[in-house]
């Protein structure tokens, strides 16, 4: 549908906000813009800010008629319908269908960190693998796989979907039923809740890397055991699915910790081999990722 040769246009709709790009024909980005999701003020509202976003691009992309869409949750072969997304106010709507009449063209709608292991895996920091695991560390926790350059969805299109297999049965609850799975444990909220818990000052997860850096004992401390309980759950999924590498994105992907020797060594001593041989890298296409991710969706 999307003329040979661009332009490209992706959506990617996050939780606190909506971010457009127009790609050219060489896959680089010639517009970007955001606008708060909104999301408190429920579905409807945010497909008008979609619709807005979008109008907004075509005047940059003119004769667009296919939209790429990167959303939380993944579209049921049930019935059509979102489901598993954490901005809750979409789960049981047909998103794809109601994106396509609000924009009056086609559109492709695909899990946000699909669209993030699509985009780094093509341009980014894991062009040089065959078979991709992008990881989303932010507010919740996803993946994306990508194989020879294509994604692979899965049988019920829920390949990837990392953060919601438990990892301690006794842990705290989490928005999908379950108790101790990934997001719960490690995601943002989670290791800013367990930093209060501690005893500390309410504060982002971001400063708490930065209190980390700067030798405060508590931030250390939740830090190391943040790391050794993500490495767990990364080994897990080095196990099953063997990538030639794993690339992380997400505000959380940021954490320096991550990379030292003591984030690989978590990792490393869980996997079943005598080595660890996959890397472990960070994105190369920062927060643009997912929306570029969502534009190469229109890609022929």
Not at 61 to 86: E, F, H, M, Q, W
Not at 89 to 105: F, H, I, S, T, Y
Request: aromatic content about 4%; hydrophobic content about 40%; glycine content about 14%.
């Amino acid at each position: 549908m999307t003329r040979p040769g661009g332009p490209y246009v992706g959506i990617d709709l996050g939780g606190t906000k909506i971010e457009g790009v127009v790609l050219d024909a060489d896959l680089q980005p010639r517009l970007r813009t955001r606008v708060p999701t909104q999301r408190d003020k429920g579905y409807r509202h945010i497909l008008e800010r979609v619709r807005g976003l979008v109008t907004a691009l075509r005047a940059e992309a003119p004769g667009v008629d296919y939209v790429g869409v990167g959303t939380p949750g993944s579209i049921s072969l049930r019935d059509g319908r979102l489901k598993n997304a954490n901005t809750t106010c979409m789960n049981g709507e047909r998103v794809r269908d109601d994106l396509e009449q609000a924009l009056g063209c086609a559109v492709r709608v695909e899990n946000d960190a699909d669209c993030f292991a699509l985009a780094e895996a093509r341009l980014g920091a894991a062009r040089d693998g065959r078979v991709v695991f992008g990881v989303i560390l932010g507010t919740g926790i996803g993946g994306g796989i990508v194989i020879d350059g294509e994604l692979w969805r899965g049988h019920q299109r829920i390949a990837g979907e990392w953060g919601h297999t438990r990892i301690d049965p006794a842990g705290p609850a989490c928005w999908c039923g379950q108790r101790g799975c990934v997001e719960a444990l490690c995601a943002g909220p989670a290791l800013e809740r367990q930093y209060v818990a501690a005893g500390a000052t309410a504060c982002t997860a971001a400063e708490i890397g930065a209190r980390a850096r700067e030798g405060e004992p508590t931030a250390r401390a939740l830090l190391a055991r943040w790391v050794d309980v993500l490495g767990g759950a990364l080994a897990n999924v080095v196990n099953v699915l063997d990538p030639d590498v794993v690339v992380l994105g997400g505000g959380l992907s940021n954490l320096e910790c991550l990379y030292d020797p003591a984030g690989r060594d978590a990792v490393a001593r869980r996997v079943f081999n005598d080595e660890l041989r996959t890397p472990i890298v960070r994105n190369a296409l920062g927060d643009s990722a997912g929306v570029v991710g969502a534009a190469l969706l229109t890609v022929a």
